[in-house]
C-alpha cells in the first residue's frame, strides 16, 4: 500500500521500449530499490523486475491493461513520473491510504493560480463520481489532494508549492490526462450498499410471493383434500369458506 506522498520524480529512460512490455524509469539515488519491491509510478502499482546502477534505473512490467486503463501508456522517454515506495509497518501516512489500482483516467480542465497554491480543476469518469466528496480525499497521478470543490462530475484541489515542486502536477495544465483513485473505503460502501438493497429487494419479493402462494394453495387444495376424505363437496366447502379468504382465515377454519 502507499500513502500517496509522493516526494520524487523520476524519468522515463530510453533503455527499454514501451512496446516490449517493460518501463524503465531513472530514478533518485534516495530510492535503494531491490527486485521484488513494489513501487507506485504515477499513482500505478508496479513491481520492480530489475535494478541497473549506472545510470541508477528500474524495470518493471506493465501489462496490456496497465497500458491502456493509465497514463502509463502515453509515456515516452524523457517524461517525469512521480515515484512512491511502498509503506512498510509503522511508517507514517503523509496521505491517505491508496493501494496502486488506478480507477480511471481524469482530464485537467484548467489550471489557476492562488496566493500560496495551485488550483487544479479536473473531470473526472462519470462512474467515478460516486466515489468521492467534498473534502474527501483523492490521489491524482499518485498524490493524495483533498477535494475543495465537487459539483457532478467536476471537481477542484489545491496543490501547496512544496508539492508542486517535488512532483509533476507542478507542470500540469489544461488539457493533460492524469491517474485517479478513489477512496478504498468509498467503494467498499457503495458496494456493500448496492449489494443490501439488491438482497432486500430480492427479499421483499420472495416473501411477497411466499405469502400469496400460501394463501392461494390453501383455499385452492382444501376442498379436493375434503372430498378424498369423504367431506363436503368442494362446491360447498369453497362456499362455506367465503372464498377467497386469507391465509390466516384459511388456517383457522381447517
Known amino acids: 500500500m502507499f500513502a500517496g506522498a509522493a516526494r520524487t520524480t523520476g524519468t522515463i529512460s530510453l533503455a527499454v521500449s514501451r512496446e516490449a ?51 502509463l501508456g502515453n509515456l515516452k522517454a524523457g517524461d517525469r513520473v512521480n515515484l512512491e515506495q511502498a509503506l512498510h509497518f509503522g511508517d507514517s501516512v503523509g496521505g491517505h491510504l491508496l493501494l496502486g489500482h488506478v480507477d480511471g483516467m481524469g482530464r485537467v480542465t484548467e489550471r489557476r493560480s492562488a496566493p500560496g497554491s495551485l488550483i487544479l480543476l479536473l473531470e473526472l469518469p462519470r462512474k467515478l463520481a460516486n466515489y468521492v466528496v467534498e473534502n474527501g480525499p483523492i490521489a491524482i497521478d499518485g498524490v493524495s489532494l483533498p477535494i475543495d470543490s465537487l459539483r457532478a462530475n467536476r471537481l477542484s484541489v489545491h496543490v501547496m508549492p512544496l508539492t508542486a515542486e517535488e512532483t509533476t502536477l507542478g507542470s500540469c495544465k489544461a488539457g493533460d490526462v492524469v491517474n485517479v483513485e478513489t477512496d478504498i473505503l468509498g467503494r467498499y460502501v457503495a458496494r456493500l450498499l448496492g449489494y443490501a438493497r439488491r438482497t432486500d429487494r430480492r427479499s421483499f419479493l420472495a416473501g411477497a410471493f411466499s405469502h400469496q402462494c400460501a394463501s392461494r394453495w390453501v383455499c385452492t387444495l382444501r376442498p379436493w383434500l375434503m372430498r378424498l376424505r369423504g367431506g363436503k363437496g368442494a362446491d360447498t366447502r369453497r362456499r362455506e369458506l367465503n372464498w377467497p379468504i386469507s391465509r390466516e382465515q384459511a388456517m383457522e377454519r381447517a
Do not use: N
Not at 499513482?43 to 528500474?58: A, E, M, Q, Y
Open 21 to 71: 512490455g517493460m518501463l524503465a524509469i531513472e530514478a533518485p539515488p534516495l530510492y535503494e530499490l531491490e527486485i521484488g519491491d513494489s513501487i507506485a509510478v504515477s499513482g500505478v502499482c508496479l513491481t520492480v523486475r530489475g535494478v541497473k546502477s549506472d545510470p541508477r534505473t528500474f524495470f518493471a512490467d506493465v501489462s496490456e491493461e496497465i497500458l491502456a486503463k493509465t497514463t
